[in-house]
Every structure is written in structure tokens, then in C-alpha cells.
């Protein structure tokens, strides 16, 4: 994934090949990410500190087992999503 500066983002996935971290291409971890049994994601700092907003920082689409998310815009809380090909929650 890219942001509007050219700066080049890539996923660490889990078992579930939910992405789990994002990282800078040098490696560096900017964001976290933790599900808990339902899948609903919990955003984290690079430090496992939560993060204060709750939503991710880098505008990250893909979540539990790397299905794509189509917020309902930032102000929304990160539990009001709709997963393509799923239904809302």
C-alpha cells in the first residue's frame, strides 16, 4: 500500500493471513492489529498501546482474514463497517 507522499506500507499477516502489522519498507512497525474471536479488530500503536482514535492512522482497508473494508468515514466508530461481501456489523 501506498499514501499520497509515495510512501510504500506492507502487511505482516497472522495464521489467518489477517494483517497483523504494518510496516514502513525499511522494516520500522507503524500500526498493529489484534482480533479478538469475532474478528472485530482492535487498533495498536507500535508499542501495543491502543490506539486513541481506535481507527488506523494509515487509512487500512484490509482486515480479519485480509477481507477489504469500506468505512463509513473516520468520525464513525470502528465497529460500524460494512465487509465487501459480508454483511453490515
Not at 487500512?60 to 482474514?65: I, K, S
Request: charged share 20%; with cysteine.
Amino acid at each position: 500500500m501506498s499514501d499520497s507522499s509515495g510512501n510504500d506500507y506492507y502487511y505482516l499477516h497472522d495464521h489467518l493471513y489477517s494483517p497483523a502489522v504494518l510496516v514502513e519498507d525499511n522494516g520500522t512497525v507503524v500500526e498493529r492489529y489484534e482480533y479478538d474471536a469475532y474478528g472485530v479488530c482492535r487498533v495498536l500503536e507500535p508499542n501495543f498501546a491502543p490506539d486513541p482514535d481506535g481507527l488506523s492512522d494509515y487509512a487500512n482497508c484490509y482486515l480479519f482474514t485480509g477481507r477489504t473494508l469500506i468505512s463509513r468515514g473516520r468520525s464513525q466508530p470502528s465497529t460500524d463497517v460494512r465487509l465487501i461481501g459480508g454483511r453490515s456489523w
